[in-house]
């Protein structure tokens, strides 16, 4: 069992920068980024495959930076011009192996942590 704890989260005005943690009790191979706003669906943000694959929402391509670092078992999400419909609660996730971008196939989950960003 691996358990996640994301921080980092916040308020921030458009055009601003946060920068999230996620650190894991226990090593996976891939770590995930997904973000949930109110009425819509769990979706698909940013992920990495141990430091040698980077994957990216459309949205965020440009904007955001995955990261981690291995030695503390913690992966990071740097967010930049950050844009009112960035909002969202974020939430790390962690698999023995890459799983996409589907949070179904995810195994551990942290507690998410507020991103609002106002206009």
């Known amino acids: 069992q691996v358990q996640l704890v994301e921080s980092g989260g916040g308020l921030v005005q458009a055009g601003g920068s946060l920068r999230l943690s996620c650190a894991a009790s226990?090593?996976?191979?891939?770590m995930a980024w997904f973000r949930q706003a109110p009425g819509k669906e769990r979706e698909f943000v940013a992920g990495?495959?141990?430091?040698?694959?980077?994957y990216y929402a459309d949205s965020v391509k440009g904007r955001f930076t995955v990261s981690r670092d291995n030695a503390k078992n913690t992966v990071y999400l740097q967010m930049n011009s950050l844009k009112p419909e960035d909002t969202a609660i974020y939430y790390c996730a962690a698999a023995i192996m890459w799983r996409g971008q589907d949070p179904d196939e995810y195994d551990y989950w942290g507690q998410g942590t507020q991103v609002t960003v106002s206009s």
């Open positions: 226990g090593r996976t191979a891939a």
């Open positions: 990495i495959m141990w430091s040698i694959s980077t």
